[in-house]
């Protein structure tokens, strides 16, 4: 009959610094399909690091291992996983159970690396064999010694595995527990299934068909108790099934599962990566809504508008050089609108301060005289009353229309068209409201008062030259070509000398403005963004760091998942995706909290905020990539673990 278990010549040694440690010294050994084998000798015979070898857990150092007819040193380290999970069954001393898993999941366990999930179903008929079907939904700190260790024994059993390797299974428990125990491996060695145990009681081998006794890495002697109960062997199927490996969507659930068992950890790495995220959309909402409030109030000053201005000349001694003259007149206004045909609208204007009154309220505030058109020119159509007409300017006629700021301070907010208010003391009817622009960088747009241009000149500000004309220009016109053409023609109409030209007149393109401003609060965003992106880095560091210390707590989970089949990669996608899972989590959790903390600043502070999906959908990508990136060190290092070493480890 051939043998189960065939070992020639093994040797173990371990290399400690300079010194060399021969665990196993030349042992060779048959183990045949049916029996029940107890392996005994002092701590520090050898035994256990036998019984990990037969049950690749570890490795030889020299010599050949059969199991049937696979010889297998030759198979590397994910055809061992294979081997173990479909071949072997392990009962540890220590039971090993996972404390977030009920008995029936710990039992489906090696399930989830056979048949890609853990079938709870499945795991029932085991437990009802060891007498713990009532305990199925128990988690292990629940239950004694004995029933854990039945349950181990029942994980063992449910992948249906040739043999069976049962390291001290009695060591940790009370005598009644242990009768359990025995009597149950016993029950399945009756049935037929191969059984490889390690103890140090005689009692305990006593019970088993044979007894092998060990000293200093050597077998000192080989006894029959009792016949084997023999059964037909099959050899070699171990590498033939195998499974297409866990599906993404049990790899999540196992991650989430596996994060909530330590909800407090995972809290503290969820926060890391919301605190990022958060910041990350609450700024860009910051940033979007600012600019958003910049183009709004930019929008308001008009299209494709170009500003004319006088400039500071140059003097001889104490006097201008004969001949420049830079100044404007309502007259230069109308001669540009003739010579370019591409200037749509020119409007000139006049400004100042002053004071105006209703009652017993008194305002200073910026007054304008300008012509009708220029209600159209910037956007100044009144939301209440009307403009005033070109026969009320040519008349100067005494109406005003006023701004948002004023109508509130001087009116409270109440009706205003209609009343008679004073502006440097003479008496004005005011006939509309302007429309709200709200404030810029250097001043208030809505406090003001418009006046026709005639009014402002002759009866409140004492001017006989316009301070500015505003040209719109056609919008499928090149701008810059236009304010050449037009500074040599009032050069020109002003007889500039040419010296004088450079000087005497300028103009202000305000698509630059809006363009240099649009671009400082892109700028602005960017930097917001940066810095709230460094909170997100600094939450990925987070998570690597508490994943890194998931490992090192999880030592032994991953020696017993590698144990039970798992392979490197399984254990690797294991902890990237908690990770993934981590990050997500924590976007999605930011995302809520960057929404709600930029609705609340709109609300308290009255800071204009817009959140964008495109800024959602950025910090969601950032928050996934993040966890990603900072879980593959981590994982990497959990799927490098020996199983051995990591059953070994504290």
Known sequence: MKPLIR????????QMGDNTLKVLDDVSLVIEEGDFVAIMGPSGSGKSTLLNLIGCLDIATSGQYAFGDQDISTLNEDQLAYFRRHELGFIFQQFNLLSFFTASENVALPLLYS???????????????????????????????????????????????????????????????????ISILKKLNDQGMTIVMVTHEDEIGEKCKRIVRMRDGRI??????????????????????KHAGLTLNEHFRQGLKQLLSNKIRTFLSVLGVLIGVASVVTMLAIGKGAQKAIESQLSSLGANILVLRTGAMRSSGSAL??????????????????RFPQIVASAPNVDGRGQASFKNKNWNTQIMGVIPEYKDLRSYQPQEGRFF????????????????????????????????????????????????????????????IMVPLQTGMKRLL??????????????????????????????????????????????HNMADIQKAISSSSQTMTMLLTVIAAVSLLVGGIGIMNIMLVSVTERTKEIGLRKAIGATRKDILYQFLV??????????????????????????????????????????????????????????RSASKLHPIEALRSD
Not at 220 to 241: M, T, V
Not at 321 to 338: M, Q
Not at 608 to 630: C, D, N, R
Request: hydrophobic content about 40%.
């Open 7 to 14: 070992l020639d010549h093994i040797d173990k040694v371990y």
């Open 115 to 181: 048949e890609g999930k853990i079938d709870k179903e499945k795991s029932l008929p085991y437990l009802e064999g060891v007498g713990l079907l009532d305990r199925s939904h128990h988690l292990p700190r629940e239950m004694s010694g004995g029933q854990q260790q039945r349950v181990a024994i029942a994980r063992a059993l449910v992948n249906n595995p040739r043999l069976i390797l049962a390291d001290e299974p009695t060591g940790n428990l009370d005598s009644q527990s242990e009768e359990q125990v």
């Open 220 to 241: 000192l002697s080989d006894k029959r108790n009792r016949p084997i109960h023999q059964k037909d062997f099959q050899p070699g199927l171990a590498l033939e099934k």
């Open 321 to 338: 050089e004969a001949g420049a003259t830079a100044l404007l007149y309502p007259e230069d206004a109308a001669a540009i609108k003739a």
């Open 389 to 448: 007409t070109e026969e009320e300017n040519r008349k100067r006629a005494r109406v005003a229309v006023i701004g948002a700021t004023l109508h509130r301070e001087l009116f409270g907010g109440k009706p205003a068209i209609g009343e008679t208010i004073k502006i440097n003391k003479n008496n004005f009817l005011v006939i509309g409201i302007l429309p709200e622009k709200g404030a810029t960088g250097w001043r208030d747009q809505d406090d003001i």
């Open 462 to 507: 004492g001017k006989t030259t316009v301070d500015s004309i505003d040209l719109q220009v056609d919008e499928n016109t090149d701008m810059s070509g236009v304010e050449d053409e037009v500074l040599d023609f009032i050069n020109t109409r002003h007889k500039i000398p040419e010296s004088q030209k450079e000087e005497a007149f300028r103009i």
């Open 578 to 635: 908690e990770s993934v899972v981590v990050g997500i989590v924590g976007g999605i959790a930011g995302i809520l909290t960057g929404g709600f903390l930029a609705i609340l600043l709109n609300t308290l502070t009255g800071w204009a905020t817009a959140i964008s999906p495109m800024s959602i959908v950025i910090s969601f990508v950032f928050s996934l990539i993040i966890g990603l990136i900072f879980g593959v060190y981590p994982a």
